[in-house]
């Protein structure tokens, strides 16, 4: 909180960044966890912890919409919009886009996924077909086969925002970019304003799917199976 990064509001720049389970800090699968206390938000008593449990997810699409909203402020509204990747993060993706009235198509080669948006108003496909009809194309899975078509198919002045990790190393060559005037956002993890207005939109989202697999700490080894896997759309684990 003291250096020049984390003066001007931008603590993702810090040196001596850490991120509870993920950068020097041990994370939550254990019987008790530290963290300062700016991190920790007051739930409201009607928000069950299964789904507050949610609020961490929700808070990187938010970041990331956020981010995008700033260089699509001049652009018409509904945007119709491609969610590349139907996981976890794309589901919640999906489901705030059209929470928020935009026109959402989800991708996805698992069909199973893409079959928990039936009876809702977003579209879905198997095929990575057709990018060029799109205003906004968000890329989700980190697959770099996914991005590569992703930056060269979506229409000129295309929007792209990029959540998933990691990409790894590609040959590209920027012309796809400038000659067609796309933008590209990149964005990570989410702020304390971030958590705070995912809490407050959790219970106005439909995330029964996320939350059909529920183990205790115990069984966390079979929770990681469940999610390597792909059997389970999300794991959660309780620690009693």
């Known amino acids: 909180g ?12 810090c040196a001596e960044r850490s991120e509870l389970g993920v950068l020097h800090c041990d994370g939550a699968y254990a ?17 069950a912890t299964d789904k507050a449990a949610l609020a961490e997810p929700v808070a990187v699409i938010l970041k990331g919409l956020g981010r995008l909203e700033n260089h699509l402020a001049l652009k018409p509204t509904p945007w119709n919009c491609a969610v590349l990747g139907a996981g976890p993060l794309g589901q919640i993706c999906a489901r705030i886009l059209a929470h928020r009235g935009h ?51 979506s229409r000129a002045n295309a929007s792209l925002l990029l959540l998933g990790l990691p990409y790894g190393e590609r040959q590209f060559s ?15 993890g989410s702020t304390a304003a971030d958590f705070a207005a995912a809490i407050e939109l959790l219970p106005l989202l439909n995330l029964e799917d996320h939350l059909k697999c529920i183990l205790p700490l115990a069984e966390f080894e079979t929770g990681w199976k469940k999610a390597r896997a792909g059997d389970v759309l999300k794991v959660i684990l309780h620690a009693a």
């Open 2 to 13: 003291s250096c020049a990064a984390c003066r001007a509001d931008n603590p993702i720049g």
């Open 31 to 47: 019987e008790y966890v530290t963290t300062p206390a700016r991190f920790v938000h007051r739930l409201p008593s009607d928000l």
């Open 103 to 153: 026109h959402v198509t989800a991708f996805d080669r698992n069909a199973g996924r893409l079959d928990l948006f039936d009876g809702t108003e977003i579209q879905t496909s198997a095929v990575l077909d057709d990018l060029d009809t799109f205003d906004v194309v968000i890329e989700i899975t980190g697959d770099p086969d996914v991005l590569d078509r992703a930056l060269h198919k």
């Open 174 to 188: 920027f012309e796809a970019i400038a000659a067609y005037d796309k933008t590209i956002v990149g964005s990570v």
